[in-house]
């Protein structure tokens, strides 16, 4: 061994319990005095408040404020991470009214983790969870000390993905009340979505007596539609997809002065199967009063929309 290499010690990690054998009169007076080590290590500042502040009939075990003055609770705990630890660090966030919750623990259980995350996710973009790992490091034989890890944490990325799983959630609840109302008010209309069920896509489809042709409704963000989709043919060219799209192409005035309005005609020659499609602007689910008025009998905006009350109307009996 060199002169060099013989001054390179070897660390050891040991429990936290080494450092810190009692949680409340050690841990947390020693963070009381040194909360800077454990910010360092979350890249926030905290200033420490209080020392086990009252919160009703139980006490924080730090009370701080962030740089904006807003209140941070941090819970310590030096054993494993267990539910009732968790449970104190929500209440006194929310009795607290703070905006950052720390737990910190020896050890941090994978459900809990988890929770921490979910948490991350689903609170407002002011809103932070962290949990931390704490443990004792030893150099040789020198002294332990506190070395802090971030196991979970809140990050831009996180947050964005909780708003996506919020809106994401919010758009399939809004479009199952959607095809609730519309099949209610389809009914009396026809009987061909008599045995479908609303559910969280933006269509719902059903047959009209032939292999491979179905009648669809539609729901997008600002408009609605009816949609023929004509897919009969296992042959990649969809030869006999053209077929039936032009020979119903061939009755297209007919069709139209039924149907009240001019339709889409999508052969698709580049695609296999080919639709014919009804779409309707001035609603969708951003406009909720449009909600219901989409039926096979009529597509009507709402009172008070550009359209007026104009009426589109479709059957389901187009000749096939």
Not at 20 to 27: G, I, R, V
Not at 52 to 59: L, P, R
Request: aromatic share 6%.
């Amino acid at each position: 061994m060199t002169a060099e290499s013989s001054s390179i010690g070897q660390i050891q990690i040991e429990a936290i319990k080494t450092a810190f054998p009692k949680e409340a009169s050690h841990l947390t007076t020693w963070l009381e005095q040194h909360i800077d080590v454990l910010c360092e290590r979350l890249g926030i500042v905290l200033t420490v408040v209080q020392r086990e502040a009252k919160v009703g009939s139980f006490n924080v075990d730090l009370l701080c404020e962030d740089e904006n003055g807003h209140p941070a609770v941090v819970e310590n705990q030096i054993e494993q991470t267990d539910h009732d630890h968790l449970g104190k660090l929500l209440t006194y966030l929310v009795n607290m009214e703070a905006a950052t919750a720390v737990w910190v623990t020896s050890y941090a259980r994978p459900e809990h983790e988890k929770v921490i995350d979910w948490l991350n996710e689903s609170t407002p973009a002011g809103i932070s969870f962290y949990l931390v790992r704490a443990e004792a490091v030893r150099i040789d034989q020198s002294d332990p000390a506190p070395l802090f890890t971030v196991v979970a944490g809140p990050s831009e990325q996180i947050k964005k993905q909780g708003n996506e799983k919020k809106d994401w959630a919010e758009r399939h609840y809004r479009r199952v009340e959607f095809w609730k109302r519309l099949l209610e008010k389809s009914k009396g209309q026809t009987t061909l979505f008599a045995n479908i069920s609303p559910g969280t896509n933006h269509w719902i489809s059903t047959g009209v007596g032939r292999s491979g042709i179905t009648l669809s409704y539609l729901i997008l963000k600002d408009q609605g539609g009816l949609e023929l989709y004509i897919d009969c043919d296992s042959d990649m060219a969809g030869a006999r997809n053209k077929a039936i799209f032009d020979a119903l192409h061939e009755q297209k005035t007919a069709i139209e002065q039924e149907y009240g309005k001019p339709l889409e005609w999508q052969r698709l020659d580049s695609k296999r199967a080919s639709k014919i499609r009804s779409t309707v602007s001035g609603g969708g689910l951003e406009l909720t009063r449009f909600c219901g008025h989409l039926s096979i009998g009529g597509l009507s905006p709402p009172e008070g929309s550009p359209h007026g009350k104009d009426t589109t109307a479709i059957h389901a009996g187009v000749p096939l």
